[in-house]
């Protein structure tokens, strides 16, 4: 059975950074590319990054260009997201997922919190 767990989130100041982690049971993450989203209380899915197959090319939405990277480690069979300069605006359950770019995806994690507060 296919899987995606997500770890890593918390709370944290604005202006901290955080990483998450995104492990993959049941397939190999390297034959797909994976991506990152986030939801926030109230709001729908919203596609936060992607990466290559082979980690090659990357992308980010607008709203974390140059604070979020992505990031996979293939033969751990595990994905990250580096997540600096937090602002409240980042507040919200973030998943892994199987496949580029925004929703609906395949298979998806059950997410992790990360709360940005004062």
């Known amino acids: 059975q296919s899987q995606l767990v997500e770890s890593g989130g918390g709370l944290v100041q604005p202006g901290g950074s955080l990483r998450l982690s995104c492990a993959a049971s049941?397939?190999?993450?390297?034959?797909?590319?994976m991506t990152w989203a986030r939801q926030a209380p109230g709001k729908g899915l919203e596609w936060v990054s992607s990466i290559y197959k082979d980690g090659s090319r990357t992308d980010y939405s607008d709203s974390v260009k140059g604070r979020f990277t992505v990031s996979r480690d293939n033969a751990r069979n595990i994905m990250y997201l580096q997540m600096t300069s937090l602002q409240v605006e980042d507040s919200g359950m973030y998943f892994c997922?199987?496949?580029?770019?925004?929703?609906?995806?395949?298979?998806r994690g059950q997410g992790t919190q990360v709360t940005v507060s004062s």
């Open positions: 997922a199987e496949g580029w770019g925004g929703p609906p995806y395949d298979l």
């Open positions: 049941g397939f190999r993450i390297r034959g797909y590319d």
